[in-house]
Antibody, heavy 122, light 110 residues
Framework: QVQLVQSGAEVKKPGASVKVSCMAS????????MHWVRQAPGQGLEWMGI????????SYAQKFQGRVSMTGDTSTTTVYMELSSLRSEDTAVYYC???????????????WGQGTLVTVSS | QSVLTQPPSASGTPGQRVTISCSGS????????VNWYQQLPGTAPKLLIY???QRPSGVPDRFSGSKSGTSASLAISGLQSKDEADYYC???????????FGRGTKLTVL
């Protein structure tokens, strides 16, 4: 079955960087784009960007431009999201989610990883 | 402030039917399909409805979605206690070139 397994929780100091991994299994890794979405404590979902694991092409939400980097490793079927210059407001659960395109238009996210809690605190 | 507007809360008694609205604009819901995600307490979001009104395999037909103009709705009939969760609508926004979500609606089964 399709599975996305993410790395464990992280605690970082303000100004540091964090790199979260998402290992995919159960499907052809290079055939589906991957999204990253975050959720601050008690808050809603926020889209961060998307990566094409086959080519490495990325597209980031404007809010994260210059601070986020998404990469992929086809040999380990793993995508990574690195966020730099961390501040307290970046404390959140970070999710990866597979992009499913529909032939006739439309797309959605399915499935989602289990989430990785990143805590930014001095 | 989210681009898509949802009520913060909704409630109903077991067996009832509840609806959750999601209001957007011409650049998102008005021109793209809407998806709904269910997030049970302490878990990751799960796809509930895609392409406005399609149910993934395994999602009961008690859940249904609809879209009209720049608004969408999620309906849950035969409410059960296990439906207590947060529900999020989502759509691609052509102006922002980004996926946008509602702030989520917390459903309580009384």
């Amino acid at each position: 079955q399709v599975q996305l397994v993410q790395s464990g929780a992280e605690v970082k100091k303000p100004g540091a960087s964090v790199k979260v991994s998402c290992m995919a299994s159960g499907y052809t890794f290079t055939s589906y784009y991957m999204h990253w979405v975050r959720q601050a404590p008690g808050q809603g979902l926020e889209w961060m960007g998307i990566i094409n694991p086959s080519t490495g092409t990325t597209s980031y939400a404007q809010k994260f431009q210059g601070r986020v980097s998404m990469t992929g490793d086809t040999s380990t079927t793993t995508v990574y999201m690195e966020l730099s210059s961390l501040r307290s407001e970046d404390t959140a659960v970070y999710y990866c989610a597979r992009h499913i395109p529909a032939g006739g238009g439309g797309s959605w996210f399915d499935p989602w990883g289990q989430g990785t809690l990143v805590t930014v605190s001095s | 402030q989210s681009v898509l507007t949802q009520p913060p809360s909704a409630s109903g008694t077991p067996g009832q039917r509840v609806t959750i609205s999601c209001s957007g604009s011409s650049s998102n819901i008005g021109s793209n399909t809407v998806n709904w995600y269910q997030q049970l307490p302490g878990t990751a979001p799960k796809l509930l409805i895609y392409s406005n009104n399609q149910r993934p395999s395994g999602v009961p037909d008690r859940f249904s979605g609809s879209k009209s103009g720049t608004s969408a709705s999620l309906a849950i009939s035969g409410l059960q206690s296990k439906d207590e969760a947060d529900y999020y609508c989502a759509a691609w926004d052509d102006s922002l070139n980004a996926w946008v979500f509602g702030r989520g609606t917390k459903l309580t089964v009384l």
